[in-house]
């Protein structure tokens, strides 16, 4: 193998005692292809996309083969998942396969989603149909687009084996990179064993890595869970914003690093209601779209519970600091929310007023089930100089504001002739805070179909190309931006694993 061209890995997690992973070379399959190759991604992690999407890439990608310096682990964690405690779950089917350092610095984790079965698959076959593995490539470059942190997609393959689900299914591998795979269930899983001593280093593991602005505060670990809460309010705040429901917000399935993970039943809302839930697997709603918030602080919560031995020498004190910290989720959510809303509908401050106007549209926006997508676009256009206003390059043709919506208007119009920015100002902020094009789950649906049914990945390339420039609206790509018609609407989106 080319040493010159192959990912220059720099493992850190080995070197972390032998209790947080266990060493696992991905299984081999049969007959892998190339779906696709991220080049952008590639180029920002240094990477040979030639090497890529070579046969030795392929190879790589498919787990047929480890790369030189490829230290190949699964990690080990546990979790809450719907509220049920488990304390043993880990990297069933997923293979850390390294860590990069990028063009810019930065670290990241290499890992092969779908590479075969591990200590920790339990009853699992350690594949991943490739649905879900085009749902997740789909979903996450989308959110990245929209500038969400997230995990990203750097490749894609088939591998030529059939999966067994409800059907076969033919068999996908992801090759995700994030900036680490340590979940909240990661510090659960020490914690639950009373293992203080790998809950401290794994703190200062992730300390080094993300929050080494905690190193030198006097509670180092108090600092790293309140790093992490800011980044998990900020994060929710996007989420919600861009009407992003996670649907599987289980403690293993939120990294520490404040990255989106785990695209499962995901889904973008079409027509706005907060109560929406898409998951076949949430019966009970406990992760609908407006719990989101509550469920992450929630989660966080376990996380100062897992850090809270070595938090403070004194045990009321480490509790106090932890309860303090988790708290101040909820001013620093809703400050972020409140402000990312405000800056959506064209304000250039966030107050009281606002956050009023931003409460009043969504409670109309729910009584007329307008979509949530393009109301905020219509918006954007209506607000502004006219650009785009009433002609093919707008949305215009799509959506028109609901009659109900002409008082808000009124108000809102009242409010932005107050504001100093002006009209062109305020439409360029609007229309790059607010999509035209969002991964809407009848497209999503679409490009699986086509390639699962009928082996045409055509129309999944064509979603994902339209999908890295979220803001950029043209007429000709008009099927991308509407709205499911009655008979395309999804209620229902499944994991599939
Ligand atoms: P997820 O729902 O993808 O977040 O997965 C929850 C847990 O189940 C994780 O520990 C996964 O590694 C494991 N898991 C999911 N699917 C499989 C599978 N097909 N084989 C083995 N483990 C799996
Ligand atoms: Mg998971």
Known sequence: MNQLTSPRFDNSYVLLPDRFYSHQIPTPVKAPALIRVNRLLAEQLGLSVEWL????????????????????????????????????????????????????????????????????????????????????????????????????????????????????????????????????????????????????????????????????????????????????????????????????????????????????????????????????????????????????????????????????????????????????????????????????LGFCRSDAGGKALVDELLELMAAAKADYTLTFRRLAEHAGAGIGHGNGDSVTALFELPDSFAPWVEKWEARLAAETLTAEERQRQMLALNPAFIPRNHLVEEVIRAAVDNNDLEPFHQLVDRLGEPCRYDAADTRYAMPPKPEQVVLRTFCGT
């Open 53 to 344: 999407e070579s046969a030795e890439g392929l190879e790589v990608l498919a787990g047929n083969q480890v790369a030189p310096g490829s230290v190949p682990i699964a990690t080990a964690y546990a979790g809450h998942q719907f509220g049920g405690w488990n304390p043993r779950l880990g990297d069933g089917r997923a293979v850390l396969l390294g860590e990069l350092v990028a063009t810019d610095g930065q670290r990241y984790d290499m890992q092969l989603k779908g590479a075969g079965r591990t200590p920790y698959a339990r009853g699992g076959d350690g594949r991943s149909p490739l649905g879900p593995v085009l749902r997740e490539y789909v979903v996450s470059e989308a959110m990245a687009a929209l500038g969400v942190p997230t995990s990203r997609s750097l490749a894609a393959v088939t591998t030529g084996e059939p999966v067994v689900r409800d059907l076969l299914q033919p068999g996908g591998i992801l090759t995700r990179v994030s900036r680490s795979h340590i979940r909240i269930g990661t510090f659960q899983y020490f914690a639950g064993q009373n293992d203080t001593e790998a809950v401290r280093t794994l703190a200062d593991h992730v300390i080094a890595r993300h929050y080494p602005e905690a190193t030198d505060n006097p509670r180092p670990y108090v600092a790293l869970l309140q790093g992490v809460i800011a980044r998990q309010a900020q994060l929710i705040a996007q989420w919600q914003q861009l009407g992003f429901i996670h649907g599987v917000m289980n403690t293993d399935n939120m990294l520490v690093s404040g990255e989106t993970i785990d695209y499962g039943p995901c889904a973008f809302m079409d027509s706005y209601h907060p109560n929406t839930v898409y998951s076949s697997i949430d019966a009970n709603g406990r992760y609908a779209y407006v719990n989101q918030p509550a469920i992450a602080q929630w989660n966080l919560a376990w996380l100062a519970r897992a850090l809270l031995p070595i938090m403070d020498k004194d045990e009321d004190a480490a509790v106090q600091a932890a309860q303090q910290a988790i708290d101040d989720f909820v001013p620093q959510y809703e400050a972020a929310y409140s402000d990312i809303m405000q800056r959506k």
